[in-house]
């Protein structure tokens, strides 16, 4: 009913900047809160960076200061702007939505298909 597309990935050299674009369809009545997670080979799943509905935003340590996230209600789509970018940034980076479907109100989390972002030395 939800699906979540997100597109920007790519190789990129350290010291340079990429934009992740997650743009959410479907059955929506409202999204509540999104989260950015990135997972590179042999490790966890980990978050990056959380939306609320309102706009707050929360990040990881290890991206503060260099990652910002934002959202665009209107479009149902959410943003990480990635800038002076380190090799150990490369991962596939995952989107993450908490969304109240119309008709049924349910709340679900529906996760992106996840697009890999490779940080060259």
């Not at 997670?37 to 509905?53: D, F, N």
């Amino acid at each position: 009913q939800v699906q979540l597309v997100e597109s920007g990935g790519g190789l990129v050299q350290a010291g340079g900047s990429l934009r992740l674009s997650c743009a959410a369809s479907g059955r929506i009545l409202s999204i509540n809160a999104m989260g950015w997670y990135r997972q590179a080979p042999g490790k966890q799943r980990e978050l990056v960076a959380a939306i609320t509905s309102g706009g707050s935003t929360n990040y990881a340590d290890a991206v503060k200061g260099r990652f910002t996230s934002s959202r665009d209600n209107a479009k149902n789509t959410v943003y990480l702007q990635m800038n002076s970018l380190k090799p150990e940034d490369t991962g596939v980076y995952y989107c993450n939505a908490n969304i109240v479907i119309r008709g049924t109100y349910s709340v679900i989390d529906v996760w992106g298909q996840g697009t890999q972002v490779t940080v060259s030395s």
